[in-house]
């Protein structure tokens, strides 16, 4: 019985050498793709089994790096990297060409169908790829409602669910609006779920006690499920 594979992959973005995943489902042939964008914190165990776990389900997947293969456990340092960045939209669409380029670059991805999905800046990262025009049959993003510059949701040429929890303070309700007006300007086909009583990161599970949490993040396991269901449906209905 064919299995999934996995394998690291290393590339060039922000300046830094990248450090992904990627995984691919069994058989030979052409698949649909995924790229999957990490929380701020960086590339870690958990959302590397993100990967695999979309390509169980059919998907050639790149779980991207956004910090030249650093996870942060300091509060602190991850905001003073993931700031500038979160201000600086062309150095995020430059991060997520250079994972789509690895996706596309490998022989199993369909680049006919390639989807988007992140977390937190990593999430983003894909809306702006999607505001630059490029070709993708879905965008998620969970806790990752951040508005682009004016007009250029426009250019987004497919779906965008997005789900947040509705005790999150980062993403609070003006960042919520700010954003939902963002994509009905636009003329986008948006979904936005909100998950009740969840926090900031409801996805992602306790790490352990090296990891501090900055206040109003906090882990939701019912809604963490939710939210991996929510993906899962929008990848289905809009990769086949």
């Given at each position: 019985?064919?299995?999934?594979?996995?394998?690291?992959?290393?590339?060039?973005?922000?300046?830094l050498t990248m450090v992904g995943r990627l995984a691919l489902p069994a058989g030979t042939g052409p698949r649909p793709a995924v790229l999957i964008g990490?929380?701020?914190?960086?590339?870690?165990?958990?959302?590397?089994?993100?990967?695999?776990a979309l390509a169980e389900l059919?998907?050639?997947?790149?779980?991207?790096?956004?910090?030249?293969?650093?996870?942060?456990?300091?509060?602190?340092?991850m905001l003073a990297r993931c700031l500038p960045l979160l201000d600086d939209p062309d150095r995020m669409r430059d991060i997520g060409y250079a994972a789509l380029d690895v996706l596309r670059a490998e022989p199993r991805t369909d680049p006919?169908?390639?989807?988007?999905?992140?977390?937190?800046?990593?999430?983003?990262?894909?809306l702006e790829l999607g505001r630059a025009g490029v070709d993708l049959r879905a965008i998620g993003t969970v806790n990752g409602l951040v508005t682009g510059r004016p007009g250029?949701?426009?250019?987004?040429?497919?779906?965008?669910?997005?789900?947040?929890g509705s005790e999150d303070p980062i993403?609070?309700?003006?960042?919520?609006?700010?954003?939902?007006?963002?994509m009905q300007a636009a003329g986008v086909d948006w979904q936005?779920?909100?998950?009740?009583?969840a926090l900031h990161a409801f996805h992602h599970p306790p790490v352990g006690p090296k990891q501090r949490l900055v206040p109003g993040v906090g882990y939701h396991a019912r809604h963490a499920e939710r939210a991996w269901r929510d993906v899962v449906t929008l990848l289905?209905?809009?990769?086949?």
């Open positions: 019985m064919e299995t999934v594979t996995t394998r690291t992959v290393e590339y060039q973005a922000d300046g990490p929380e701020g914190t960086g590339l870690n165990d958990f959302q590397r089994a993100r990967a695999d059919g998907y050639v997947a790149l779980a991207f790096d956004i910090h030249g293969g650093r996870w942060f456990t300091d509060p602190d340092e006919n169908r390639i989807a988007g999905i992140g977390y937190g800046t990593g999430g983003a990262i894909v250029e949701a426009a250019n987004i040429r497919c779906p965008v669910w997005a789900g947040v993403m609070a309700p003006a960042q919520r609006d700010a954003f939902a007006a963002e936005l779920t909100v998950y009740g009583g289905a209905e809009n990769l086949g």
